[in-house]
């Protein structure tokens, strides 16, 4: 079976052809593209800025035997001390173009669904306003049907053009993968989770299948999401979002409120007061101290209400 051990000179110099030698940087510190502010070195940060691009990048490093993580905002993401082995292929403003034809808004995988909710605003198109918010690349939440105020990505969503790893070979490494655009009936898309998710695939870009509205009424819209977002949720905190999944019969802050969690430390990362469903890293906080945190919110909430609280944090690299 081969094993990863290091990125060579050559599959580097290889990376740099396929998506620009300044676009290739090695020891990345993760902490400057998550939300959270936390994550160590990536041993390479690959930012593609064409379709073609992420593809012989994905391709390169699958027929090379590298690892690969693929981040867009950062939102959702709790990266370990010690970082991501092999390449990250970081999909953000590098990879965000959007654009409005008829009552539909394609874009790219990178774009954040606020400018996509802007721009289907512009083009005088509803049926973004909830989810306009939600601090997640349109990648991201094709990824994990990102959702609030019960609404959710696939109600909004037609298509989604996806690369699909090729298939394993001998030695373990990968072929070459192929790009497919399946129509979101296709995508078992639920609460936080996709074939996305579950298959592997990248998300290359997403095609929204919106309805005609006044662009006034729908900015107001926005603006009262936002507002609600502003009142009850810490976004003046660097954090990943919700920490919880929400539990059947139950929502995760309230039980972390009633469990008395409300200020809980460890380290720099603490239960927020002002909407306990959020731990934030309030005093450069090490994933170590987040890990610390969510374990003991668990334990308590387990041993006073009988209740599993599963994490919508998705760890990433080596703690």
């Given amino acids: ?94 990879y965000a173009a959007i654009s409005a034809e008829g009552t539909r808004v394609r874009a790219e995988a990178g774009a954040l669904l606020r400018d996509v909710a802007l721009a289907a605003a512009d083009a005088e198109l509803s049926g973004l306003e909830p989810l306009w918010g939600i601090p997640a690349t349109v990648g991201g939440a094709c990824h994990m049907n990102a959702g609030a105020y019960d609404a959710c990505t696939a109600d909004v969503l037609e298509s989604v053009e996806v690369y699909e790893p090729g298939p394993q070979l001998a030695d373990g490494t990968h072929g070459r993968g192929m790009v497919r655009t399946y129509p979101v009936a296709d995508l078992a898309m639920g609460y936080r989770k996709s074939r996305i998710h579950d298959e592997g695939l990248v998300v290359l870009s997403a095609t929204f299948a919106l309805a005609p509205g006044n662009e006034r009424m729908i900015r107001a819209d926005m603006d009262g999401y936002q507002k609600r977002r502003e009142e009850k949720q810490p976004l003046e905190m660097p954090s990943a979002g919700s920490t919880f999944k929400r539990p059947v019969g139950h929502f995760a802050g309230k039980l972390i409120m009633d469990a008395g969690l409300a200020g809980a430390r460890v380290g720099g990362a603490e239960v927020s007061s002002k909407h306990c469903g959020f731990v934030v890293n309030v005093d450069h906080a090490t994933a170590s101290d987040v890990c610390g945190l969510i374990e003991y919110i668990q334990e308590e909430v387990k041993r006073q209400f009988n209740v599993e609280l599963e994490p919508e944090v998705k760890r990433v690299g080596e703690f």
């Fill in 1 to 94: 079976m081969h094993e990863y051990d290091r990125i060579t000179d050559e599959v580097l110099c290889v990376l740099g052809e396929a998506v620009g030698e300044d676009n290739v940087v090695l020891f990345e510190p993760m902490s400057a593209h998550t939300t959270f502010k936390i994550g160590g070195p990536a041993d390479v940060l690959l930012t593609p800025a064409s379709r073609e691009a992420v593809v012989r990048a994905l391709d390169t490093c699958a027929l090379a035997g590298v690892p690969v993580t693929v981040v867009g905002n950062g939102s959702d993401l709790l990266v370990g001390d010690r970082g991501i082995r092999g390449a990250v292929v970081l999909l953000r403003e590098n």
